[in-house]
């Protein structure tokens, strides 16, 4: 199943060229390895997984009915987002969320509306590994960054507008 | 691609928090060069951290990830001395992975 999941990715992208070619002929290995190797090979990362279609949406809606199936918003205090007031520069806007007053996260997913493609990162949360995460994401404009939680089959969210004073998607 | 990844994996009581940064230029595909040419995307779609066999956190990126990417987590399950293994693939199919000591 990975495996042929990954062809198909791969089959997808043979625009590259000849170098391009051998590096897909790695990837085909390393996304082949889980299948191969023994048991206690740690996993690594497929292509295979990522969810393509949700972060092809333009709109809010679209990508949340594409990564879960529902766009019904609760707006909660218990999704905590961490967000500066004003970003100097889009390039680089950190973001944390901490969702620990929540049990049972299954996946917290940040959205960005006024981007190009509204969904900007998705984390499935693990059994055993906190609902909490920072990383850094890039704004175009200034526009509301949208926290969104799913736990125990609803999804809860924190809006926070980051103001933008130079944006971080060029053109 | 070799040694893209910077790891900090320090455990405290039964968790472990992680750090990590990626070298990656997560090329949007909105932004031009300086010969006005569109830069086409290029970009880290899946990053997994394993600790043993069990994936303990997997995120999914898209082009609005910010440039050598920075991420922060926590997970409980793996005790100092464990190795943690962090791969990536990007939308290209580069991929890079190391292994890490959780200290």
Known sequence: MIAEASQARIGRRTLMGGTGLAVAAGACMVLRVPQAAAADAAPMASAASWPIKAFAQKTQADALQALFGSVTLETSPKVALDVPEIAENGAVVPVSVDASALSGVQMIALLVPDNPFTLTAAYPIAAGTAPNISCRLKMAKTSNVIAVVQAGGKLYATTKQVKVTLGGCGG | ?103
């Open chain 2, 1 to 103: 691609m070799a040694h893209t990844i910077r790891v900090r994996a320090i455990a405290n009581g039964d968790t472990v928090q992680v750090q990590s940064l990626i070298q990656h230029p997560m090329d949007s595909g909105f932004v031009k060069d300086s010969a006005g040419k569109l830069i086409p995307p290029h970009y880290i779609e899946v990053v997994t951290f394993a600790a043993g066999n069990k994936t303990v956190f997997t995120a999914f990126w898209g082009p609005a990830v910010s440039k050598d990417p920075y991420l922060k987590f926590s997970f409980k399950g793996a005790k100092k001395g464990d190795t943690l293994t962090i791969s990536w693939v990007d939308n290209k199919g580069m991929h890079d992975s190391t292994t890490a000591p959780i200290m």
